[in-house]
Structure formats: C-alpha cells, structure tokens
C-alpha cells in the first residue's frame, strides 16, 4: 500500500505560480510511472504530466511550456511547478504512483489550485 499526500495548492492570480508536492510513503524508484492529473468542477479527471523512472518527461497540450514535473527520489517526492498560471488551470490537482506488476495506480487526497482572473 502506498499513500500519497499532495500539498502546495492555493488561490493565485492569473499569471502566478505554484509548486505543488507530492509525498509518497514508500520510494518512488519503483514505480514505473508517477504522474499528475487534475479534475475540474463538473468535468473529468484528466491527466497533466508524466515522469519516468529515467526522468523522461511528458505533458499535455494545454499546461506545455508552462508546467515542469520533477522528482526527488531521495526523498520520494514528485513536484508539479506550475508557471504563467490561467484560470482554465483551477482544478483539484491529483498525484499517482502507478505500478506493473499487478497494475495498478494509487493516488492522492488532492490539492486545490484556484486561479483567479
């Protein structure tokens, strides 16, 4: 069992940032992906940014150029810095530590990120 705690969210004006963190339970080297993902009000869960066991990284469309995902696994932590911030950004902001062997993700409490216009 691996529990995740998400901290760093908060209300920030457009054009601000934040640096959300990730706190996992047991070390992240063996996870096989550790990700982001973010649910609006009304809308579904949808992923954010991805980051692998050899720091390869990948993100969506809509946050590129503008959010970095990083890891410290000395401290099995996974951030989210989150740059020029925009209202379409505001969402609880989830972390998942995902497995293969069986498959499976376990995943945060959340935090919220509210952007203001």
């Known amino acids: 069992q691996v529990r995740l705690a998400e901290s760093g969210g908060g209300l920030v004006q457009a054009g601000g940032s934040l640096r959300l963190s990730c706190r996992a339970s047991e070390s992240i080297l063996s996870a096989n992906l550790l990700d982001w993902f973010r649910q609006a009000p009304g809308k579904q869960r949808e992923w954010v940014a991805r980051i692998t066991t050899r720091d390869s990284t990948t993100y969506a469309d809509s946050v590129k150029d503008r959010f970095t995902i990083s890891r410290d696994n000395a401290n099995n932590m996974l951030y989210l810095q989150m740059n020029s911030l925009k209202p379409e950004d505001t969402a609880v902001y989830y972390c998942?530590?995902?497995?293969?062997?069986?498959?499976?993700?376990?995943w945060g409490q959340g935090t919220q990120v509210t952007v203001s216009s």
């Open positions: 998942r530590y995902a497995i293969s062997a069986p498959p499976y993700g376990y």
